[in-house]
């Protein structure tokens, strides 16, 4: 079993910036990538950021790539996404993933353990 559990959400300004963070704890050997996923009303979810266990293997959604940094830090075991000049778009409850098999990692469907989800609201 897995247990993630998402910190550093909240309410910042358009062009401010946040870190997420999603600390991993349980049977983390098992797994194979970790994922930021965000979810807006009335919106599907979408894949942010992923990353491999190792953070060897990194993916980014294209319209995020350049604000956003994916990261891992083994000895936290712990993975955080670092978000620069937000946008009110970015506005969003964001979750954490993770999956213990290879997969294509944008696919939220191939993820088996998820957060709470933290929000982010992004004011001009």
């Known amino acids: 079993q897995v247990q993630l559990v998402e910190s550093g959400g909240g309410l910042v300004q358009a062009g401010g910036s946040l870190r997420l963070s999603c600390a991993a704890s349980?049977?983390?050997?098992?797994?194979?990538?970790m994922g930021w996923f965000r979810q807006a009303p009335g919106k599907e979810r979408e894949c942010v950021a992923a990353t491999s266990w190792s953070g060897g293997n990194k993916v980014y959604a294209d319209s995020e790539k350049g604000r956003f940094t994916v990261s891992r830090d083994n000895a936290k075991n712990t993975m955080y996404l670092q978000m620069n000049s937000l946008k009110p778009e970015d506005t969003a409850v964001y979750y954490c993933?993770?999956?213990?098999?290879?997969?294509?990692?944008?696919?939220?469907?191939?993820?088996?353990?998820w957060g709470q989800g933290t929000q982010v609201t992004v004011f001009s």
């Open positions: 993933a993770a999956a213990v098999v290879p997969m294509t990692m944008r696919d939220a469907t191939n993820y088996n353990y």
């Open positions: 349980g049977h983390t050997f098992r797994l194979h990538a």
